[in-house]
């Protein structure tokens, strides 16, 4: 017997909202098992979502409401089957499948979500991330399939129309369809490079909530609550997986300073500045035990491992001066080498300046200048203006602080930049 509530209409929209953001991702998996069609999977979804738009208000939210959304999706999956001759050998299997599970008027629900939960998540982690997909094509459809945003709140957090982030969506699923991308966990030799792609979307999406790229807002929360919820549901479904923890622990670390990286008006508040007292202790106990596992694994010296223990060490200074920079400079070595980028020579010349002096990081700032792929890099003006400033030279530290200013799209970030232009413009004046 199904047991139900029953409640008013604005009452089950609000239940129907809460169980698609929690059921979504789990509901599509399901259904792309059952089709192979990902695409597919979610027009059945979204069918089975407005039938509960129908018939929740009337009849009452079921107990397991995302075991009804299942069973309705799969039964449109069979009339849909039913009506396309030339896909009978799916549609007698599906037909099997519903049936062995129970295709009565009041079927058991409880058991309508199959024991296949975990590898359909997987799969469609997988299938989601695929390399056939360019990045940001990748990124948009994780987030819609996996994350449950709608097309409009992944335009909103990207901050790029609507429409664009709709094209991308659909182009991936079509492009998964021509290049007959299965519906699977890939096999263990291909699996290190297709899991790389799929812990580096999650990592782009947690960086892009973290400091966005554009706009008027520093960081977007939201984005990065969606990279921690995949990385954790990943690092449950791949256990043995030690970059999985690795990547786990660094996003939780990160996230502990979220509350304490903005300030009452959301202007950008800089690490060494934080109030640290504002810290996720929660959040850092859970990254350095995610730490520890992955180290357990043998993956302490992941490219994502080595990020977590550099930002290990900052959760562990209760008070900036208390912070390893030679342990901080060291790690750097080490990922530079795992995982040579400019980007990564930048932040070891900050960690460098901070153990060693400003002028050894000024040096190796100074042999990043003529990098390309820095040339349009704000935080590459903006750390040696930082470094100009402690060496006691604030006109060269001002010219490199506009430059900053002028480099970066994020308007928090300009106005940061800016102020410390006129900070050193007023240092240079006084002396």
């Not at 509530?5 to 929209?13: F, G, I, P, Q």
């Not at 030339?86 to 058991?111: C, H, M, W």
């Not at 695929?130 to 819609?144: E, N, S």
């Amino acid at each position: 017997m199904v047991l139900s509530v029953v409640v008013t209409a604005s009452e089950a929209h609000a239940a129907i909202e809460a169980v698609v953001r929690i059921e979504s991702a789990r509901l599509i998996a399901g259904l792309a098992r059952y089709t192979g069609d990902v695409g597919l999977a979610e027009e059945l979804a979204q069918d089975a979502v407005v039938a509960a738009l129908e018939q929740w208000p009337e009849s009452g939210v079921p107990r397991n409401a995302g075991a009804w959304l299942m069973t309705v999706a799969k039964r449109r999956a069979v009339d849909l089957f039913r009506r396309n001759r030339e896909l009978n050998r799916k549609y007698a299997q599906i037909g099997r499948s519903l049936e062995a599970e129970g295709a009565s008027v009041t079927p058991d629900f409880d058991r309508a979500l199959s024991d296949h939960i975990d590898d359909d998540m997987l799969r469609l982690m997988f299938t989601a991330c695929h390399p056939v997909l360019a990045v940001p094509a990748r990124t948009a459809l994780t987030l819609r399939l996996l994350g449950g945003l709608t097309t409009a709140e992944i335009a909103r957090a990207y901050l790029v129309p609507e429409p664009t982030i709709a094209q991308r969506i659909v182009r991936a699923k079509k492009a998964l369809t021509r290049a007959r991308v299965p519906f699977e966990v890939p096999e263990a030799q291909e699996r290190p490079a297709r899991l790389a792609s799929v812990l580096e979307v999650i990592y782009l999406i947690f960086n892009e909530g973290y400091s966005a790229t554009a706009g008027d807002d520093w960081m977007r929360p939201a984005l990065c609550e969606e990279a921690l919820r995949l990385s954790r549901i990943l690092a449950q479904l791949m256990s043995d997986e030690p970059e999985v923890h690795g990547l786990t622990a660094l996003l939780e670390i990160q996230a502990s300073r979220i509350r304490a990286r903005t300030g009452p008006s959301g202007e950008p508040i800089l690490l060494l500045d934080q109030d640290r007292h504002r810290w996720d202790r929660l959040l850092i106990n859970r990254g350095l035990a995610a730490l520890a596992r992955a180290e357990q694994l043998g993956g302490g010296r992941g490219p994502y491992a080595l990020q977590a223990a550099i930002a290990a060490c900052h959760a562990r200074a209760f008070r900036p001066e208390e912070t390893d920079w030679e342990r901080i400079a060291g790690l750097y070595a080490v990922l530079v080498r795992v995982m040579p980028s400019p980007v990564i020579e930048l932040n070891r010349a900050v960690a460098v300046s901070m153990a060693f002096g400003p002028e050894a990081g000024l040096g190796l700032v100074d042999a990043l200048a003529a990098e390309p792929s820095l040339q349009g890099y704000h935080l590459l003006p903006s750390v040696r203006g930082d470094l100009l400033m402690k060496l006691g030279r604030p006109g060269e530290a001002r010219a490199e602080f506009e430059r900053a200013a002028a480099l970066t799209r994020n308007q928090r970030e300009r106005d940061l930049s800016a102020e410390r232009a006129r900070e050193a413009a007023a240092a240079a004046a006084d002396g």
